[in-house]
Nanobody, 123 residues
Framework: QVQLVESGGGLVQLGGSLRLSCAAS????????MGWYRQAPGKQRELAAR???????NYSDSVKGRFTISRENAKNTVYLQMNSLEPEDTAVYYC?????????????????WGQGTQVTVSS
């Protein structure tokens, strides 16, 4: 079984910073793209940032210039450094990864999600 476990969420004031981490574990053969999505109350889940295995990144316009995504392939971990936080960034943040994992019959690729971590920005 493959698991994504997030950490680092919390309550922060306007203009503050937080760093989210997400570690993948289990019978992992390889991980390609990894990313962070967020879902605010009453809204659809949306992309915040994604990163390829080679380190190419893309960001939503709403976080560009304030958030930085990075990863450590050797640790199967992705990070999201969030600076200059605004109340509009308040949401549950979900880690996502496309993982090829070993199972009884060989390898199988699938999309995996973490359980989510709450980020709250107060004004």
């Amino acid at each position: 079984q493959v698991q994504l476990v997030e950490s680092g969420g919390g309550l922060v004031q306007l203009g503050g910073s937080l760093r989210l981490s997400c570690a993948a574990s289990g019978s992992i053969a390889s991980i390609s793209d990894m990313g962070w999505y967020r879902q605010a109350p009453g809204k659809q889940r949306e992309l915040a940032a994604r990163i390829t295995r080679g380190g190419s990144t893309n960001y939503s316009d709403s976080v560009k210039g304030r958030f930085t995504i990075s990863r450590e392939n050797a640790k199967n971990t992705v990070y999201l450094q969030m600076n200059s936080l605004e109340p509009e960034d308040t949401a549950v943040y979900y880690c996502n990864a496309y993982i090829v994992a070993w199972d009884t019959y060989g390898v199988k690729g699938d999309d995996y999600w973490g359980q989510g971590t709450q980020v709250t920005v107060s004004s």
